[in-house]
């Protein structure tokens, strides 16, 4: 099997602006190709489009807008990790030598259709992702006695960490008082408990070992990737204090890499809502059950930013198809040693965690300098 490198990555600022999605799958691709003089389009044998606005031709689109002329291309779409199933998908055509270069670039709408799983329509008002996670809240909170304030800090940590993060929707800042008192949705989830819908797109240009040197001196290898679809609707949950797929794919990505959570030195959680960050990172060991409202604290207290360092998605905004993308850049950077003011002390392995609708379907991917 090939080694695949993720080796150029592009994107733009998350917005609420009325964007077409052309624009944003075209924009995060330009970004990507200014940024690197030595790629050119001959050089792409794979153009892979991640966005549930499926009703078009994007994938193609994309290549004919770009200048590209792949050997392949088409659209990715799995709800909200849409984004990491692409790069699997990419990494795919390469490790098995159908390819050597493949871009992959995530788009989607603040009015993405994504957002409900329409199979959900029978539960009515329940179909909404406000209330699925209403319900992980609750049975989490009862069962380790979790309070509004431990979930706070999620969301303070993760606003504060946007704030150098120029890519993100919102670099507002929020006292932990503003956070603790926004709007309450529902009995257990307040308006600072959710990530935000927006526009935006990023995209990463993957690599085989034998091409990855003519783009970058700094090459980050995909060394595990685990994914896991247990259903279409949360209902089939047997357990709704934590993310059964999650676990899963977590085991699949350690043991392809040969790595333990002991290794990851950081990590990019999909944090769709505050209680989700706290079962994340448990179900992929990195902390002991019902022992992340304290992490997280410690975390916030002492500036450490090794958990969603660009923010995550409360922090960032989750432009469905374009959030797995981002997460990979992030990971990318770090290991790099270019994330900036975000940037952890020495990284060399990184973890990626992105997920759907209820966290039915998981995707983890663990990532070495």
Request: with cysteine; hydrophobic share 40%; charged share 20%.
């Amino acid at each position: 099997m090939n080694k695949v490198a993720v080796v150029a990555y592009g994107g733009i600022k998350f917005s609420r602006d009325n964007i077409p999605i052309e624009s944003l799958l075209l924009s995060a691709t330009k970004n990507l190709f200014d940024q690197n003089s030595k790629l050119d389009q001959k050089d792409v044998d794979v153009v892979l489009v991640s966005t549930n606005d499926n009703s078009k031709y994007l994938s193609a689109i994309l290549a004919e807008l770009s200048g590209i002329e792949p050997k392949i291309a088409h659209t990715v779409e799995s709800l909200c990790n849409s984004g990491t199933n692409a790069a699997v998908s990419a990494f795919s055509y390469i490790s098995a030598g159908l390819a050597e270069v493949a871009l992959v670039v995530g788009a989607d709408r603040f009015d993405s259709p994504g957002q409900i799983l329409q199979w959900d329509n029978s539960r009515g008002e329940y179909k909404h992702p406000i209330y699925w996670a209403s319900i992980f809240t609750k049975a989490y909170k009862r069962k380790f006695e979790t309070t509004n304030e431990e979930l706070t800090y999620v969301a303070a940590k993760n606003h504060r960490n946007a704030k150098n993060n120029p890519f993100a929707f919102s670099n507002k800042s929020f006292s932990f008082d503003e956070l603790m008192n926004s709007k309450i949705l529902t009995n257990d989830l307040r308006m600072s408990d959710c990530s935000r819908p927006c526009s935006g797109g990023s995209a990463i240009l993957l690599a085989s070992e034998n091409m990855a040197r003519k783009f970058t001196d700094k090459p980050v290898w995909i060394s595990g990737i685990g994914q896991k679809t247990m259903s279409a609707g949360f209902t089939k949950n047997k357990n709704i204090s934590n993310m059964i797929s999650t676990q899963k794919a977590a085991k699949i990505a350690f043991d392809m890499s040969h790595l333990k959570p002991d290794n990851v030195d950081f990590a990019e959680i999909h944090d769709a809502f505050t209680v989700c960050e706290f079962m994340a990172l448990e179900d992929l060991g990195l902390v002991q059950r019902g022992k992340s409202a304290q992490y997280v604290k410690n975390l916030f207290e002492t500036n450490n930013m090794k958990i969603n360092p660009r923010g995550g998605l409360i922090g960032s905004g989750h432009p469905l198809g374009a959030t797995g993308i981002a997460q990979i850049i992030e990971v990318v950077q770090q290991l790099q040693g270019t994330a900036g003011k975000r940037q952890i002390n020495n990284p060399s392995v990184g973890l990626v965690h992105n997920m759907s609708a209820a966290a039915t379907s998981s995707t983890v991917l663990l990532l070495k300098s």
